[in-house]
């Protein structure tokens, strides 16, 4: 059996988003029957739906553009602080610095990775959940195919 909703939403991603040759849109339930047959329990799988659907909701609901001041610094809570590492906090920064996140973008990762299983947030966690917000929150080509970059190949910093 597959450990937690971010295994579930990795396997998603990688067998049914990035999929651009075949024409296939499961429903939710036939989805759902795939993912069982892959592995995974019928608890994650309805979590990982339910994290989607968050997701899904928080890109409906942001502004079109980011707000005014972009010179604002992140602090973050407790709670937050204790699950996303100093390092996860400093690759947020960069790609916020970088362009590849606005604040509204940064706060819809930081939603997301809060609402993850687990004890803290690893780099590689990371990367999936900035390349699942911005592929649901991005229209530019050029961002999604960096944020791809970040997580297929590791990219730790801008490329300019």
């Known amino acids: 059996m597959k450990e937690n909703v971010l295994d579930v939403l990795i396997?998603?991603?990688e067998n049914?988003?990035?999929d651009e040759e075949?024409?296939?849109?499961?429903?939710?339930?036939?989805?759902?029957?795939?993912?069982?047959q892959?592995?995974?329990?019928?608890?994650m799988i309805d979590r990982a739906f339910d994290w989607l659907e968050n997701?899904?909701?928080?890109?409906?609901?942001?502004?079109?553009?980011?707000?005014?001041?972009q010179d604002a610094l992140r602090h973050y809570t407790a709670a937050e602080a204790e699950r996303i590492?100093?390092?996860?906090?400093?690759?947020?920064l960069n790609l916020e610095q970088c362009g590849v996140l606005d604040p509204v973008s940064r706060e819809m990762v930081v939603d997301q990775l809060m609402a993850l299983d687990g004890d803290?947030?690893?780099?590689?966690?990371?990367?999936?959940?900035i390349l699942m917000v911005l592929s649901n929150y991005a229209e530019s080509d050029g961002?999604?195919?960096?944020?791809?970059?970040l997580v297929m190949d590791g990219l730790h910093t801008c490329v300019h």
């Open 55 to 69: 997701l899904a909701q928080l890109c409906e609901r942001s502004p079109a553009t980011p707000p005014a001041r």
């Open 85 to 92: 590492s100093l390092e996860a906090q400093g690759l947020l």
């Open 16 to 18: 049914y988003m990035f």
């Open 38 to 43: 892959a592995g995974f329990e019928h608890g």
């Open 143 to 149: 961002i999604s195919e960096l944020t791809e970059a």
């Open 120 to 129: 803290s947030i690893d780099l590689d966690n990371l990367k999936w959940v």
């Open 22 to 36: 075949e024409d296939f849109g499961p429903d939710q339930e036939t989805l759902a029957r795939e993912l069982s």
């Open 11 to 13: 396997y998603m991603f």
